[in-house]
């Protein structure tokens, strides 16, 4: 896929009127192209990374159609490189992953705010976007709340089921209730609408609302 179809893939607000959009598109589609692990959706050949932040920009605006940008721009970043600091290189168990996802998390802020400032945004919004992608203050913080949403949603539409079909469902209910505990009440709404058309068992589908009934 070359260059400027893979920005208006990721392009969820074709219409804003930023100047430095269209840049901005392209500096993050650079970074999704060069992930080696390729993907095909809808018959469009791209790359797992583009395709990713694709989707979850496209949650974004689903949910809220006049999101702030730095949420816009946080959901073009939010996995931005990941493909470079793959989960192998640190110990296996719940230790290792929380080393990896601290160290990801923090990369991930870093060259979100390098790509920003290469297209003329003010370190004041860098900042901001890295708030919103660290999601410190989740529950308090709207934005940061609106990008979980999309991030889960987005999970829950590609990727639950494969999850769900190698692992014991007391796992896979952990992991939904977990999931569900991070999102918000728009977010909830959200998955129980989308559900229908998903191609989820029965038993997944009784997880979520399990989830709905706990949450």
Do not use: N
């Not at 095909?40 to 949650?59: C, E, K, N, P």
């Not at 605006?61 to 702030?68: N, P, Q, T, W, Y």
């Not at 939010?78 to 470079?84: D, L």
């Not at 896979?172 to 977990?178: D, M």
């Amino acid at each position: 896929m070359d260059l400027d179809r893979a920005a208006a893939t990721l392009d969820a607000w074709p219409e804003t009127v930023d100047a430095r959009w269209p840049a901005v598109l392209r500096a993050f589609a650079t970074h999704h192209l060069d992930d080696p692990r390729e993907f095909v959706r809808d018959g469009v050949a791209m790359t797992i990374a583009l395709d990713y932040h694709a989707r979850v920009s496209a949650w974004v605006r689903r949910l809220d159609g006049d999101a702030e940008i730095a949420v816009r721009l946080a959901a073009l970043a939010q996995h931005v490189r990941r493909f470079e600091l793959p989960r192998r290189d640190y110990p296996e168990g719940v230790v290792g992953y929380k080393r990896w996802r601290a160290a990801a998390m923090l990369r991930h802020v870093e060259l979100a705010k390098a790509t920003l400032a290469s297209v003329g945004y003010e370190p004041a919004l860098g900042d901001r976007v890295g708030a919103v992608m660290l999601k410190k203050q989740l529950h308090h913080d709207p934005g940061a709340a609106l990008l979980e949403d999309a991030v889960c949603l987005r999970f829950v539409q590609d990727e639950l089921a494969a999850f769900a079909a190698d692992r014991e469902p007391e796992a896979v209910a952990a992991i939904v209730a977990k999931t569900w505990a991070k999102m918000s009440p728009a977010g909830h709404a959200a998955t129980l609408a989308v559900l229908p058309s998903l191609s989820l068992s029965s038993r997944l589908v009784e997880l979520v609302v399990a989830a709905t009934a706990a949450g």
